[in-house]
């Protein structure tokens, strides 16, 4: 068994783009993801800046997040030419894989990207499709928690620093692999249950309110 930690950098279609929009609110400017064998060690990494198809300038606020620029997305790959390299590149090894993201919206992103954008794919490509784990919610279930955890909190709560830059899709993957490998024995995991629950309980300002909650449901998603 493989393991595939995937992370996607989307950028919003511009208003103009309506019926687009209705479809896919967001278009995917970075594929980033690390490859792991069955002890989770880190075997390979992908990563592939995308030219949007809609949006000709990436925003300020966009740039700032992820690094990514205007110039940096026009010598991109095109959306279909990179997703079939990232397919390329999980099937290559051939054997049993499974892909892991942060949250389902990656996963709705790229479905939703490949209706809009009329991307075929193959009988393995759609096989790829089915089945990803969403590490989130079983991290929040894991905590007993009803809202969605941030990584950064996740994180925090695993007492593992974040290594990287963070939106930055590949350091995001490699930092979620890092909170997969602390919650794989029981042992770990319940430490850090009891880890979350004490910052909560005897030291709520160890933590800033950013990091408690996730903030994200309060802005337009992508």
């Keep these: 068994m493989r393991y595939i930690v995937i992370d996607l950098e989307m950028h919003p279609l511009p ?13 995917t400017i970075e594929i980033g993801a690390v490859m792991l064998d069955e002890q989770l060690r880190e075997i390979s990494e992908f990563k592939r ?28 790959e095109a959306f279909e030419t990179a997703f079939h390299s990232f397919a390329q590149w999980c099937l290559d090894k051939g054997g ?9 919206n990656d996963l709705s992103q790229l479905a939703r990207e490949i209706y809009l954008k009329r991307v075929e794919l193959s009988q ?24 969605q955890i941030s990584l950064d909190l996740a994180l925090i709560y695993a007492d593992v620093a ?19 490998r602390r919650t794989r024995e ?25 990091e408690l909650f996730n903030f994200s449901c309060l802005v337009p998603q992508c």
Aim: glycine fraction near 4%; aromatic fraction near 10%; charge should be negative.
């Design 49 to 76: 800046i995308i030219k949007p198809e809609y949006c000709a300038k990436i925003y300020p606020k966009y740039e700032k997040m992820t690094g990514i620029t205007t110039a940096m997305t026009m010598e991109g």
């Design 124 to 147: 393995e490509e759609k096989i790829l499709m089915d089945g990803w784990r969403d590490f989130q919610k079983e991290f929040d279930h894991m905590l007993d928690k009803e809202y």
């Design 96 to 104: 049993e894989i499974q892909i892991i993201a942060w949250s389902g």
């Design 186 to 210: 029981e042992e770990d995991r319940m430490r850090i249950v009891h880890r979350a629950k004490s910052l909560f309980t005897t030291d709520p300002l160890a933590v800033s309110l950013e």
């Design 162 to 180: 974040f290594i990287g830059h963070r939106h930055d899709a590949v350091w995001d993957s490699r930092n979620t692999a890092e909170l997969l």
């Design 15 to 27: 208003n103009k783009f309506k019926l687009e929009k209705s479809i896919c609110k967001c278009e």
